[in-house]
């Protein structure tokens, strides 16, 4: 079955720090990715997409690339922000069929000033 | 376009008690999703409907649990004899159909259940 496995955390990081949280996955078939975050008191909320091999997903100054050969979706960011502090999902999707997102276990971010 | 709305946001129960959470959502979406997310894990699938069928169930969904969706617009997870093991935030998503889709979810703000 499909899975997602992503670095446990927390990370905690001072404001304008680099930041990369790793996420690999294993999938029957060719998924679509994602990134979702949740703010604290928020529902999950999506943050970024790719749909096939070598797109980039961004928004909000975070990127992840759809890597193939390595099963990886790593998210980055170049200077992080007191107000990403946040939990981050790596997640996948079947393209076909009932299209059911499977989740990783979720990395807390947390961004000191 | 108001979102996925859940209901009600918390509920606090007995052992052995009934609950029932309600979720809407977003009007032109067909497909309907319920998690489940325990604190520290991601949310993990339980079942899934298209317009009112119910196409699949996780195993996770024990014979406690039921989902409907009546007329394919509101779906209703009902848990009878709740445990203590149920205690989690119960999550709804949906999407749509569309040429483009690539299985994007839109998530409620999620039902927490406390089973004391």
Redesign the interface.
Known sequence: GNSVTQMEGPVTLSEEAFLTINCTYTATGYPSLFWYVQYPGEGLQLLLKATKADDKGSNKGFEATYRKETTSFHLEKGSVQVSDSAVYFCALSDRRGYQKVTFGTGTKLQVIP | DTG?SQDPRHKITKRGQNVTFRCDPISEHN?L?WYRQTL??????LT?F?NEAQ??KSRLLSDRFSAERPKGSFSTLEIQRTEQGDSAMY?C?S?GEGGA??????????SRLTVL
Do not use: D, K, M, S
């Open positions: 996925v497909r999703y520290g894990q991601g949310p993990e699938f899934y298209q196409l699949e999550l998503a999407r889709n690539t299985g994007e979810l839109f998530f409620g703000e999620g």
